[in-house]
């Protein structure tokens, strides 16, 4: 009488076609299924933490836009400036220039607006989804983060609190010149917002120069807090990428 042989119990075993792969055997058939799920989900928070590092990228690309248009705008109404400044001088050729100052100045505005605006949003997304890498390391909500730059008032201060609690999420202390670029970041948006005010109640040209130099004074603090803010979306979110990426997988 011939005994069938007893079929190995449940477990992970080198595949029956001889490769180097490992398949399960459930007691009656082998499968891949479960290991093909388990390579899946490892390979989650790489690919979480990869399209965090791509949203960063998109982030710091906006904010050398925006850079850019503050440079524009400071030349534009430099130029502006002299235009307004040769008229009342009596230089009636001048009222031409100022036309194509005119001109300008709203196309730019424009763009800026368009960059700001563009930047702000994939700002709050890179923050929201940065939180989620610390969870439980925060004393805000994700959706906090990232509303609180659009609310009146507490926009003043949360975000810079949120962006601190972040660093020491990561390990690291708050660096020191973050102070400088939340102050920078501030007073350009307090000074822009009051030159668009004079702008828009101006009765004489003389008004009009003030509020076109404070808009100068303004994306002058604007432009010297964007390499900041790079720095601050660069610094995030390597030590997120650093703490959360399998050593193997960096080098690889």
């Not at 190995?8 to 499968?31: E, H, I, K, L, V």
Request: contains cysteine.
């Amino acid at each position: 009488m011939t005994i069938a042989p007893t079929p190995p119990p449940a477990g992970w075993y080198p595949a029956p076609d001889g490769s180097s792969a490992t398949w399960w055997w459930d007691g009656a058939r082998w499968t891949q299924q479960q290991q093909q799920q388990q390579h899946h989900q490892s390979n989650q928070p790489l690919a979480t933490t990869n399209a965090l590092a791509r949203l960063a990228m998109a982030t710091q690309v906006l904010l050398i836009v925006c850079g850019v248009m503050s440079v524009a705008t400071i030349g534009i109404e430099t130029f502006g400036i002299s235009a307004v400044t040769n008229y009342l001088n009596g230089l009636n050729s001048a009222i031409g220039v100022f036309d194509m100052y005119d001109q300008s100045t709203f196309v730019v505005s424009i763009m800026s607006s368009v960059s700001i605006l563009a930047t702000g949003a994939l700002w709050a997304i890179w923050q929201y989804r940065a939180v989620k890498q610390v969870t439980g390391r925060m004393r805000r909500s994700a959706g906090w983060h990232a509303g609180s730059w659009f609310v009146p008032i507490i926009s003043f201060w949360f975000p810079y609190q949120n962006i601190s609690d972040l660093w020491r999420a990561i390990g690291r202390t708050r660096p020191s010149w973050q102070i400088m670029w939340w102050l920078l970041w501030v007073l350009g948006n307090v000074v822009i917002q009051q030159s668009n005010r004079i702008y828009i109640a101006a009765d004489d040209l003389d008004q009009l120069r003030v509020a076109m130099w404070l808009i100068i004074v303004g994306e002058t603090l604007r432009l010297a807090a964007a390499p900041l803010a790079w720095l601050v979306v660069r610094g995030i979110t390597g030590g997120i990428l650093r703490s959360t990426v399998p050593a193997h997988s960096l080098a690889g």
